[in-house]
């Protein structure tokens, strides 16, 4: 089954703790991008990455990083959370030079106390 | 960047009503407009995508119209259920192989609930 894969779904942590929150799809996408969901700001776009080893920034980048080293995986890291990036992410990911949508991960709840 | 303003934020109908949500979109550059549904603890859904060549398009009770020369493309729901109770998302995008091309920018959503 075509899929985009997210782990954690539900993650709560302390403030400054060092945290990875993987994707992983297997429809060969060369394009793979993370949001955030928050109420009131709909999906914005923290990082994207156009194929292996290329990543570059969105809307919202601060505060994360992402790397890129195979095609099917992309993690999004927080080096040292803080409580406003407490939201709701998707990982997304899509073909790229054709005219197409997303296919979204499950999403995953980060909590940071 | 492309910016995509949506209306209304909430909206509320009755069972067998039909509801209209509106987007607008900034770059005269964006050629594709997906919609997608989100409902509650779900991640987003595509439900009915129209490509800038295309004035209308329709999937059952679903319908989404497109006017390139203002910029701005609406989802039309008739009949409403209670299943289509959701968050709805309009995005706009323009398409091709750059990172700026490939990146779908999405309006701020709008809460639909049907009522019985």
Same mark, same amino acid.
């Given at each position: =089954?075509?899929?985009? +894969?997210?782990?954690?779904?539900?993650?709560?942590?302390? +403030?400054?703790?060092?945290?990875?929150?993987?994707?992983?799809?297997?429809?060969?996408?060369?394009?793979?991008?993370?949001?955030?969901?928050?109420?009131?700001?709909?999906?914005?776009?923290?990082?994207?990455?156009?194929?292996?080893?290329?990543?570059?920034?969105?809307?919202?980048? =601060?505060?994360?990083?992402?790397?890129?080293?195979?095609?099917?995986?992309?993690?999004?890291?927080?080096?040292?959370?803080?409580?406003?990036?407490?939201?709701?992410?998707?990982?997304?990911?899509?073909?790229?030079?054709?005219?197409?949508?997303?296919?979204?991960?499950?999403?995953?709840?980060?909590?940071?106390? | 960047?492309?910016?995509?303003?949506?209306?209304? %934020?909430?909206?509320?109908?009755?069972?067998?009503?039909?509801?209209?949500?509106?987007?607008?979109? %900034?770059?005269?550059?964006?050629?594709?407009?997906?919609?997608?549904?989100?409902?509650?603890?779900?991640?987003?859904? $595509?439900?009915?995508?129209?490509?800038?060549?295309?004035?209308?398009?329709?999937?059952?009770?679903?319908?989404?119209?497109?006017?390139?020369?203002?910029?701005?493309?609406?989802?039309?729901?008739?009949?409403?259920?209670?299943?289509?109770?959701?968050?709805?998302?309009?995005?706009?995008?323009?398409?091709?192989?750059?990172?700026?091309?490939?990146? $779908?920018?999405?309006?701020?959503?709008?809460?639909?609930?049907?009522?019985?």
């Amino acid at each position: =089954e075509a899929q985009v +894969t997210q782990n954690p779904r539900y993650l709560i942590t302390v +403030t400054g703790k060092k945290l990875t929150v993987t994707c992983s799809q297997n429809m060969n996408h060369e394009y793979m991008s993370w949001y955030r969901q928050d109420p009131g700001l709909g999906l914005r776009q923290i990082y994207y990455s156009m194929n292996v080893e290329v990543t570059d920034k969105g809307d919202v980048p =601060e505060g994360y990083k992402v790397s890129r080293k195979e095609k099917r995986n992309f993690p999004l890291i927080l080096e040292s959370p803080s409580p406003n990036q407490t939201s709701l992410y998707f990982c997304a990911s899509s073909p790229t030079g054709v005219v197409y949508g997303y296919t979204f991960g499950s999403g995953t709840r980060l909590t940071v106390v | 960047g492309e910016n995509v303003e949506q209306h209304p %934020s909430t909206l509320s109908v009755q069972e067998g009503d039909s509801a209209v949500i509106k987007c607008t979109y %900034s770059d005269s550059a964006s050629n594709y407009f997906p919609w997608y549904k989100q409902e509650l603890g779900k991640r987003p859904q $595509l439900i009915i995508d129209i490509r800038s060549n295309v004035g209308e398009k329709k999937d059952q009770r679903i319908a989404v119209t497109l006017n390139k020369t203002a910029k701005h493309f609406s989802l039309h729901i008739t009949e409403t259920q209670p299943e289509d109770s959701a968050v709805y998302f309009c995005a706009a995008k323009r398409g091709g192989i750059t990172g700026t091309a490939s990146k $779908l920018t999405f309006g701020t959503g709008t809460r639909l609930q049907v009522t019985l």
